[in-house]
């Protein structure tokens, strides 16, 4: 089975210029990483938040050291170690930052996003202080995104792509199934052994966005924000095989 949020259902008040910053900064930075090569692996660990680094722990001497351990919080959120990394990040970025940043305001938003970020960070770095593996990715401070999109517009629809084989289907898929659902997957895979995914990062910036955003969010702005569309209606897309699901596409 295949399932994939698209859009929301959420008008804007003006553009979301500093995700589209962040979005853009994102992508240039991946682009950045692919034209070095055999040494984008050590532009990962130089830029990449290494807890060990972070913390003071021994680490090899071979390790790259361009910049400080706490300047690795913030470069390491405009990384990512690969394309489908990158494009994941970049969806749910697209689909759910313009909304929080419209009820934060751009200035505030830039802090709340970089500060849900650092708060991820620390997270996933307190599980292995010593650990001498960088993390990179958007991921948390996404995550803080979801997290503040969760309180502000919990009953908003999610229009989600449903496939079985070659049928699929657009559903209108409340934001609080979607998100709590993105939430309890983290929780559910903390176990995995051997996994190269900052779960507890996801869970820490996730946190920090839903404690973050009373205080962030506009004076005007509620909580727990209505519905603009009835949930779980559902349309089709037709698909053959020369041709792309073709799904309109309302994104502000």
Request: glycine share 10%; with cysteine; proline share 6%.
């Amino acid at each position: 089975m295949f399932f994939l949020p698209i859009s929301d259902d959420n008008p804007t008040r003006q553009r979301p210029w500093i995700s589209y910053v962040i979005l853009g900064l994102c992508v240039g930075v991946f682009y950045w990483q692919i034209s070095l090569g055999v040494a984008q692996q050590a532009a990962i660990f130089g830029y990449g938040m290494v807890p060990a680094r972070l913390f003071g722990a021994p680490l090899d001497a071979a390790i790259p050291n361009p910049v400080s351990g706490w300047t690795t919080l913030f470069t390491s959120m405009f990384m990512h170690g690969g394309l489908m990394h990158l494009g994941g990040n970049m969806l749910y970025l697209w689909i759910f930052s313009d909304n929080v940043e419209d009820s934060i305001g751009r200035g505030r938003f830039i802090i709340f996003y970089l500060l849900c970020g650092v708060c991820a960070a620390f997270a996933q770095a307190l599980t292995d202080p010593s650990s001498p593996v960088p993390m990179v990715g958007a991921s948390g401070a996404i995550a803080g995104v979801l997290g503040a999109y969760l309180l502000l517009h919990p009953r908003a629809n999610i229009r989600c792509i449903f496939g079985i084989l070659v049928f699929f289907r657009v559903m209108n898929v409340p934001a609080f199934l979607v998100l709590g659902g993105w939430i309890v997957l983290q929780f559910t895979n903390l176990g995995q052994v051997g996994s190269n995914v900052a779960y507890v990062a996801h869970i820490g910036g996730f946190i920090a966005g839903m404690v973050l955003i009373p205080f962030f969010k506009q004076s005007h702005v509620r909580l727990f924000e209505p519905a603009h569309s009835k949930a779980f209606s559902v349309s089709r897309v037709n698909v053959s095989p020369a041709h792309i699901p073709n799904v309109t596409r309302r994104k502000k």
